[in-house]
């Protein structure tokens, strides 16, 4: 494994690994994250607060843990999403007939011609603050790169020799798309939607940052950097604990992402 995915490849794997440790195991070991204490509300960091304690006396590193399950369950659900509908779209304007197709294609170049971050914006902006209503807005767009290239690699394998060997030896189309060409349109789709889990993940923490992510007081990443901002100067700690956590997310799905492409390309490097 080590040789096939390279060293970026494993460190990426090695970091997301500690990350959904992090999201699972964290917050079983960490002390409550919405317990308050005022009286030592921006203590610095120490044994009893290893990343130190919020403006609301709440220990920053059980809110970290917590902000991991809490971002990473998101970004996964926007992931399905993309992966799902990729597949699924990619099998109907690949194999259905021309109208079907043609309102596929025309559906994915709208939903690539919007800024996905815009359009996350402004869905968000009008279902309301919410985690459930923040996954909806981001999945609105997530799918259409991963359709675009499920469509072209379904319609490219129609004419593979084995597609063709199978419908002469009697397999419907339904049935040569299902054991031949899906499964490596799987692939590749899984492929670009882990490279686009890091953009996913930022702008997720983005929408947390202005409001129209999870509600107070709930611990994301996104929000906590936010509540932190108005104490950088005094407690940094509380600001740099998440910031970090967000740029450790958005390396280690790049490098897992990035090394998963070339191996399922084929490139051992």
């Not at 990350?19 to 009893?48: N, Q, W």
């Not at 309102?103 to 009008?126: F, S």
């Amino acid at each position: 494994m080590t040789r096939r995915l390279g060293r970026s490849g494993v460190l990426g794997a090695t970091l997301l690994g500690l990350l959904v440790a992090l999201a699972v195991v964290g917050p079983l070991l960490a002390a409550d994250p919405y317990l308050t204490d005022y009286p030592g509300k921006l203590a610095a960091p120490s044994p009893a607060h290893p990343l130190g304690t919020d403006s609301a006396g709440r220990d920053v590193a059980a809110r970290l843990a917590t902000g991991a399950r809490v971002t990473l369950a998101s970004a996964g659900a926007v992931w399905t999403v993309a992966v799902a509908a990729g597949i699924g779209l990619g099998a109907l304007g690949g194999f259905a007939g021309a109208p079907v197709q043609a309102l596929i294609a025309r559906a994915v170049d709208l939903a690539l011609a919007l800024p996905q971050v815009l359009v996350a914006l402004a869905l968000a902006g009008a279902l309301g603050p919410g985690l459930r209503n923040l996954i909806v807005a981001m999945s609105a767009t997530a799918w259409a790169p991963t359709a675009r290239l499920a469509t072209a690699y379904v319609r490219g394998g129609q004419l593979r020799p084995d597609v063709t060997a199978a419908r002469m030896a009697g397999a419907s189309s339904w049935v040569a798309l299902a054991r031949h060409v899906l499964p490596g349109a799987c692939a590749r789709v899984v492929v670009v939607a882990t490279l686009g889990l890091s953009q996913v993940i930022l702008s997720l923490a983005g929408l947390s940052f202005l409001g129209l992510g999870v509600s107070p007081p709930t611990a994301e990443w996104g929000q906590m950097v936010s509540q932190g901002r108005s104490d950088l100067l005094t407690a940094p700690w509380v600001v740099l604990a998440p910031a970090a956590a967000i740029v450790v997310a958005v390396a280690a799905t790049s490098l897992a992402g990035d090394a998963l492409r070339s191996w399922v390309d084929g490139d051992r490097r």
